[in-house]
């Protein structure tokens, strides 16, 4: 059974960093994207950031210039490199996994930014 093992996750405060890791397990298959979502209190879940296996990557407009997501794809594991951190992205954040046959979600990792 396929599994996304997320860590990283935590309290800073404003203008403090976390890096956030993700390593996909078991019989997944070729990983076509990992993503990171989040999902704050009372808000719908947004996507954050995305990694294709050829590289490319995605961000939302909210967190362009001060996050970045990376990719092992040796170890499949993607980070997302949180800099610059605000009291708005304060959410529960998800990893993905997109195969062509399935999509796979971590448990979810809170991150908590105070002011």
């Known amino acids: 059974q396929a599994q996304l093992a997320e860590s990283g996750g935590g309290l800073v405060q404003a203008g403090g960093s976390l890096r956030l890791s993700c390593a996909a397990s078991?019989?997944?298959?070729?990983?076509?994207?990992m993503s990171w979502y989040r999902q704050a209190p009372g808000k719908q879940r947004e996507l954050v950031a995305s990694?294709?296996?050829?590289?490319?990557?995605h961000y939302a407009d909210s967190v362009k210039d001060r996050f970045t997501i990376s990719r092992n794809n040796a170890r499949n594991t993607v980070y997302l490199q949180m800099n610059s951190l605000k009291p708005e992205d304060t959410a529960v954040y998800y990893c993905?996994?997109?195969?062509?046959?399935?999509?796979?979600w971590g448990q979810g990792t809170q991150v908590t930014v105070s002011s």
């Open positions: 078991g019989s997944i298959g070729s990983i076509e994207v």
């Open positions: 990694s294709t296996s050829g590289g490319s990557t």
């Open positions: 993905n996994a997109a195969t062509a046959w399935s999509n796979v």
